[in-house]
């Protein structure tokens, strides 16, 4: 996945929209998942991935929930 927007909130964490042409294959996301992260970054709880078949949002760091 890509990011499009991030939102510093700590060193290597922060409030991260990202935007696939595809649904992610995993729900955990850290910072190795996604383009122009480092590995180690933490995705904050807000963050959002946006696909054509729905929306994720995550409720607590890096873990992400389908809503619609």
Partial sequence: MKAI???????NKGIVLMVSPTEPSNLTITGADV??????????????????????????????TAKG
């Avoid at 807000?46 to 054509?52: A, E, N, R």
């Fill in 5 to 11: 927007h991030i939102d510093v909130l700590e060193q």
């Fill in 35 to 64: 383009e122009g992260l480092t590995d180690d970054y933490i995705l904050a709880a807000g963050s959002v991935i946006v696909t054509p078949g729905a929306n994720y949002i995550a409720f607590s760091d890096g873990v992400f």
